[in-house]
Structures are given as structure tokens and as C-alpha cells.
């Protein structure tokens, strides 16, 4: 368009006509009953460039009870489009499931606005994090950074 900006040549490809910063909320909830608490949101950080989106996540929750389900993240700024699901990995704690060096990680998947999480095991099976390995801790927490595509 007349107000872009082309980086490398004058082609379609190399056109930078999108570029925006902001902030999204996050809010940690469940599939099933949500969890009785007195806060599960964040304010996060997003930089969207063309169609690629990076998003930083840094959430806790105070004292999570009686929450049932799958743990998810709630609330990314765009919706992820490829076909692909992606997967990242995250910082945790105070995390029922963590011990043993396993690692958690949030998914992605196609047409989607929120993040299901897992727990990659050696030698063994993922498993889902339910909101039951969060139930009755104090102050769960989560970090990590994610990239991925929208639509243009």
C-alpha cells in the first residue's frame, strides 16, 4: 500500500504493511469448572509484524480451588491460523506433575485463541495438566514466550 514499507526490494514479499504493539489479557482457566480464586489474569505483551505474532505470558494464580478440567490460557490477541499445532515451552512452578525433571509446555492448535498445556515425559506419554494439579497450591505460575501466525 502507499503508506508501507519494503525492506530488501519492492516485491510483495519484502512489504512491511503491518506492524502493532500491545497488550492482551491472559486468564488462566480450566475446560471444566472454572477455579475459585481471587485472581487469574495478567496483563501480556504482544508485537505483531506482518502476520507473525510474538507473545509473552508471565501469569500466576492466587490459591486456585475446586477448578475441574484441563488447565487452559485464555485470551491471545489474533488467532492462530497455520495447520501445524505448535508447542512451547514454559517456566513453572507450584505445578502438581513437575517432579522428575518433566517439563511442561503450552499448546497451540489450529484456529485457536487459547493454549491447552502438557507435560512432556521421558520415555513416556504427554499428559494433560489438569486444573486438579493446580487445586489447593499457593500461587501456581507460568512464563514463556510464543510466536506464531495470524491471518494477514
Known sequence: GSNSLFIGGTGS??????YEEGTWTATL???????????????????????????????????PSSGTGDLTLTGLPFTYTETSNLSFAVRSGRIDLLSDGNGMNAKLSQNNTQFSFSINRNAATDISVTAADLNGNAT?????VAVYYTTA
Not at 13 to 18: C, T
Not at 29 to 58: E, L, P, Q
Not at 140 to 144: A, G, H, L
Request: with cysteine; aromatic share 8%; proline share 2%.
Open 13 to 18: 514479499a519484502n512489504e512491511l504493511s503491518d
Open 29 to 63: 482457566t480450566t475446560t471444566g469448572t472454572a477455579f475459585t480464586t481471587t485472581s487469574n489474569t495478567a496483563t501480556c505483551h504482544y508485537t505483531k509484524i506482518g502476520r507473525m505474532v510474538t507473545v509473552t505470558v508471565d501469569i500466576a494464580i492466587a490459591s
Open 140 to 144: 501456581p505460575f507460568m512464563n514463556f
